[in-house]
């Protein structure tokens, strides 16, 4: 008898009900068990709006993720466990040789539905598991998602209170921060217990958030809970631990406030399905013909040429590191569709190409809330650029950093 962990954006072994649920079997069965990661898509995303077709994946991106899946095969080895990496999707990988049990972990987005459904579809036993998200659909969806972000906050909040999630292990060894990106699952734990701690940078998150240019302006989770290296309710159990430590900390509870709008999004892209990559989005369908895309803009935004110095600094950070600040990007998108006026879909995708951090649901969210096809009461958000530089850069260090 075997068994297959089909590995998907919860690449660790801690805190991950898929891969206890796979264990647990193996133990009751004796069955052997092997696991599978299938890349990310590489091939190039058509859309209308824009005459050539963008990269699905920077190089960059597939390197961070090939490395997260490295780290996550070597401690797969010493559990005995063989993690291959697939080169086509899970579906026509199994059917050669199938196993009698497939364990997976639920994405959140339209293509990783589409992904579930194919494998199901073969007829093989499988067990889903919501091993990314604090809530389970049950909980989300009952009585309906919210249409907007803050009745949906209230909720959870009201739903979770000051309680700590009963099923996640501490993390107990040396704490440091880490920064560029680490692939390593230890490495991610070691710097959330150092940011979220009594004496961590954590304690003036929410002053800090929105600067752009340090380290420890804010946490830098997100390509952790983006490619599961730390499951979110590790995080939110952190910020519980700590503020309760400290006797209150609003600076710490905002983590668990934006966590949230992760949240939030993980759900909204969940009930959406292939909605959310429309042009109009969630929205109503709009008469006006759908505006071509203009290859001259693309290449000034993406190139960092614009002449907008806040936009530029930003774009020209994300094509060297793979990385913005959330401020930078509420900037550098509202531009693309605002101010040169371009189809958000390609900025979305564009974004998506490299953002070592990319998460569908929060991706496509964001960008479709800031074009207002998304779940916004207010029917879009224009960031003025200079204002925010203004506020956010006041002595000009972000601009200067990223300057040619
Ligand atoms: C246009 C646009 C595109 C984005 N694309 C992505 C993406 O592909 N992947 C991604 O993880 N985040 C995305 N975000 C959200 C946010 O910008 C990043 O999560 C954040 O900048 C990552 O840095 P951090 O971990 O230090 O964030 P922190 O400020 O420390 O926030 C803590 C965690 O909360 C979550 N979070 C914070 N803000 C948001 C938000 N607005 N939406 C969803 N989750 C949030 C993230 O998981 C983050 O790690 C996008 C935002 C915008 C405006």
Redesign the pocket.
């Known amino acids: 008898m075997k068994g297959l962990w089909w590995i998907r954006d919860d690449q660790r072994l801690n805190n991950n009900p898929t891969w206890e649920a796979a264990k647990a079997w193996q133990s009751e069965t004796g069955g052997a068990l092997s696991a599978v990661w299938v890349p990310s898509r590489t091939t190039p995303a058509n859309l209308i709006e824009y005459p050539d077709a963008l990269p699905r994946t920077s190089e960059a991106r597939s390197a961070y993720e090939s490395a997260c899946f490295e780290g996550l095969r070597k401690a797969l080895a010493q559990h005995g466990v063989v993690a291959v990496r697939a080169s086509e999707d899970l579906a026509s990988t199994v059917k050669a040789s199938p196993p009698s049990v497939i364990f997976f972990t639920h994405g959140a987005a339209h293509e990783e539905q589409e992904d579930e459904a194919a494998v199901k579809s073969t007829g093989i036993r499988c067990q889903g598991y919501h091993s990314r998200t604090l809530l389970t659909p049950r909980q989300a969806f009952d009585r309906g998602l919210p249409p907007t972000y803050t009745p949906f906050r209230k909720r959870v909040e009201a739903l979770l209170g000051d309680h700590p999630f009963e099923d996640i292990e501490r993390f107990e060894g040396p704490q440091a921060p880490t920064w560029p990106f680490t692939s390593l699952e230890a490495e991610a734990r070691a710097h959330l217990y150092a940011y979220i701690s009594e004496d961590g940078a954590g304690r003036h998150?929410k002053t800090r958030?929105n600067g752009m240019l340090q380290s420890l302006?804010?946490?830098?989770?997100?390509?952790?809970?983006?490619r599961g290296l730390l499951h979110?309710k590790e995080?939110w159990n952190r910020c519980l631990e700590v503020e309760e430590a400290v006797g209150g900390c609003e600076e710490i509870y905002w983590?668990r406030f934006?966590?949230l709008?992760?949240?939030?999004?993980q759900w909204v892209a969940y009930e959406a399905k292939g909605q959310l990559f429309r042009s109009h989005g969630l929205k109503q369908p709009d008469p006006r013909p759908t505006p071509k895309g203009s290859r001259k803009a693309f290449e000034l935004w993406t190139e960092g040429r614009t002449g907008d110095p806040l936009v530029d600094a930003a774009m020209r950070e994300l094509k060297a590191t793979g990385?913005?600040?959330?401020?930078?990007?509420?900037n550098?998108?509202s531009y693309w569709i605002h101010d040169l006026k371009q189809p958000w879909r390609v900025?979305?995708a564009y974004?998506?190409a490299m953002?070592l951090?990319?998460?569908?649901?929060?991706?496509?969210?964001?960008?479709a809330?800031?074009a207002g096809v998304g779940n916004d009461p207010r029917p879009f958000r224009k960031f003025n650029t200079h204002k925010q530089a203004e506020q956010y850069d006041a002595d000009g260090s972000y601009r200067d950093a990223w300057r040619t």
Request: aromatic residues 22%.
């Open positions: 998150y958030r302006d804010s946490t830098k989770l997100s390509a952790y809970l983006s979110p995080v983590i934006e966590l709008w992760r949240e939030y999004f990385y913005q600040s959330n401020r930078a990007r509420q550098a998108a900025g979305a974004f998506e953002l951090d990319y998460d569908a649901a929060s991706n496509w969210g964001n960008w809330y800031i």
